[in-house]
């Protein structure tokens, strides 16, 4: 098992910026990919950044490529977002995903998430 606890989440101005940390625990030694994504209120779960841990190779979603970024700290297990130049689209729940193989089966560990919330 993996244990995800997101945190940084809060209110902002548009053209804010905010960072967030997803701490990991457990058997962090199993997750091949780390990400985030976003549930807006009354949308599905989207998907907003990925980071591969064996070559730290990253993703966005076209929505926040060059205002996002996503890194990493192996010493820490810790997974981040910095979230610049933010708009009040940006407004919903983040959550951190890692994905991982247990006994040759993939598996999906989610946090709780945190809500952010820019104002206009």
């Known amino acids: 098992q993996v244990q995800l606890v997101e945190s940084g989440g809060g209110l902002v101005q548009a053209g804010g910026s905010l960072r967030l940390s997803c701490a990991a625990s457990?058997?962090?030694?199993?997750?091949?990919?780390m990400g985030w994504y976003r549930q807006a209120p009354g949308k599905e779960r989207d998907f907003v950044a990925a980071?591969?841990?064996?070559?730290?190779?990253?993703s966005y979603a076209d929505s926040v490529q060059g205002r996002f970024s996503i890194s990493r700290d192996n010493a820490k297990n810790t997974l981040y977002l910095q979230m610049n130049k933010l708009k009040p689209e940006d407004t919903a729940i983040y959550y951190c995903?890692?994905?991982?193989?247990?006994?040759?089966?993939?598996?999906?560990?989610w946090g709780q998430g945190t809500q952010v919330t820019v104002s206009s």
């Open positions: 995903r890692a994905d991982g193989i247990v006994s040759y089966s993939p598996v999906i560990y």
């Open positions: 457990g058997r962090t030694f199993s997750v091949l990919r």
């Open positions: 980071i591969s841990r064996s070559d730290d190779s990253t």
